[in-house]
């Protein structure tokens, strides 16, 4: 039992080193996003949901989307228009190391950032921008260009 403790204050210790260098990495010029959509692709969902509750304001309140397993993300590029999708540091931290995204599905597993880009491609509009990083310090600024601040 200890061992589960001590490997859930390790991963919430990661988890909060993760937000900071998110928070770290933000500057502090915001414009409006909020007519915008952007949607993270990650593999932690309570990152996903610490995220979620963070980011926005830091990116001019975009409506703001996550998903942390493909049924979930293909359903969401179905649905709706994005304007920036985002794959969070963490699955192009296992893609840089030629390993398995986790939250995959039968129809991707094995799947690398290369087919996840076509399949975004093929559910939304050619303009739509692509986000990718391997550094949490990166993504603020990053999404910041993205959404247009």
């Known amino acids: ?3 589960k403790l001590n490997n859930q204050s390790t991963a919430d210790a990661a988890r909060d080193r993760m937000i900071g260098e998110i928070v770290n990495g933000s500057t ?9 959509a952007l949607l993270v692709r990650g593999c932690d969902p309570q990152m996903a949901a ?16 996550t998903a942390t397993n493909d049924n979930e993300f293909i359903m969401k590029l179905k649905a ?8 969070a540091p963490g699955a ?31 559910y939304q509009t050619a303009n739509v921008t692509i986000v990718e990083t391997t550094e949490e310090r990166e993504i603020v600024p990053k999404l910041q260009v993205a959404l247009g601040l």
């Open 80 to 87: 709706r228009r994005y304007n920036v999708i985002m794959f």
């Open 92 to 122: 192009c931290r296992y893609n840089a190391a030629s390993r398995v995204i986790p939250g995959g599905n039968a129809m991707t597993r094995g799947w690398t950032l290369v087919n996840y880009r076509a399949l975004v491609r093929r």
């Open 1 to 3: 039992m200890s061992k």
């Open 50 to 65: 610490r995220a979620s509750k963070m980011l926005p304001p830091l990116l001019g309140n975009p409506i703001f989307d």
């Open 28 to 36: 502090n010029a915001v414009g409006d996003a909020s007519q915008k």
